[in-house]
């Protein structure tokens, strides 16, 4: 019977002291692959820093929930290697999370043809960086985000009239864009992925006066079944990915540009939430995915 090894990190492991209040999303998810899976597989959570030999038992290691992989990209990258050349499938496979795992990808996408938010990218970021972007976009609001990140941690949002105080800096690559109001008009949008098909999709919206869409910061989420032209675009950011195969999982989030096209916000490749709630046939159309991989 095959082995699943859902990689989680110490913030979302069920019974640890530093688990996040919105590590309810891993018991969601893993709740779902338990189920789609049925008798034809055993899946077992486990910290992704857990002892290689432990973790080479698995036939399969599906990133699941590692959300601390941000503050160690490289040693993350490196076991994700040594779990590949013990023999274990790494899902998504590790040259997809190597090139996922900065932001700068979207700059690649833009080439390929993306609609793309406007960004300037920066080594650094500090307030003379924020006050030069507002006039560089002509807008009077930005957010400024990590270059290597997720869950929106790091990330921070200024108006010309309330600009970041003089100590504010970002001490690490950044992406610097203007603020578009649909984000909290409208939401965000995610298309969820299997194998490369549609699988369900959803509009993300924060609370509360947040432009902050993530459930760690009161954000709620609607099943949608997406316009025909909102599909086409998520589908065409899927068909820009520059792997010979598709990714076992993937979520694309746009936001409406206001010229009413969705525009790419992020392709999440690494350990984003698939939304299964949203998606009642998802557990078992990742299961059969991660199934076809084993052979």
Same mark, same amino acid.
């Given at each position: ?55 080479? @038992? ?10 601390? !992989?941000? +503050? ?8 994700? +290697? ?22 700068? !990808?979207?700059? +690649? ?23 030069? @972007? ?17 869950? @929106? ?5 200024? @108006? ?88 076992? !999982? ?17 392709? +999440?490749?690494?350990?984003? !939430? ?22």
């Amino acid at each position: 019977m095959p082995r699943i090894a859902f990689l989680a990190c110490p913030d979302t492991l069920p019974g640890s002291p530093t688990r996040r209040a919105d590590a309810f999303e891993h018991d969601l998810l893993l709740a779902a692959l338990r189920e789609g899976l049925g008798p034809r597989g055993e899946v077992q959570d486990i910290d992704w820093r857990a002892p290689l030999d432990q973790l080479a @038992a698995f036939d399969l290691a599906y990133l699941g929930t590692p959300w601390d !992989y941000t +503050e160690a990209k490289d040693e993350f990258l490196a076991r994700l +290697e040594a779990l590949a050349a013990a023999g274990v499938t790494v899902c998504n496979p590790v040259e997809v999370i190597r090139w996922n795992s900065d932001k700068l !990808y979207l700059r +690649e996408l833009e080439k390929r043809g993306a609609d793309s938010i406007p960004t300037l990218w920066a080594e650094s970021a500090g307030p003379q960086d924020l006050l030069a @972007a507002f006039d560089h976009f002509g807008c009077d609001r930005v957010v400024v985000k990590r270059r290597v990140g997720a869950g @929106a941690v790091g990330q921070d949002s200024f @108006a010309r009239e309330s600009p970041p105080p003089p100590g504010w800096r970002i001490d690490q690559p950044a992406m610097i864009q203007p603020f578009l109001p649909a984000i909290q008009n409208e939401g965000e949008h995610s298309f969820i992925f299997v194998d490369g098909r549609f699988s369900h999709g959803l509009i993300k919206r924060a609370t509360g006066g947040d432009y902050r869409i993530q459930s760690l910061y009161g954000g709620i989420e609607v099943a949608v079944d997406p316009a025909p032209a909102d599909r086409r675009a998520a589908e065409a950011i899927m068909a820009m990915l520059p792997f010979g195969e598709a990714p076992l !999982y993937a979520r694309i989030d746009m936001v409406r540009l206001p010229g009413g096209e969705l525009a790419v916000i992020e392709a +999440e490749l690494i350990e984003p !939430y698939l939304y299964p709630l949203q998606g009642p046939d998802f557990g078992r159309l990742l299961a059969d995915a991660m199934l076809r991989r084993l052979g």
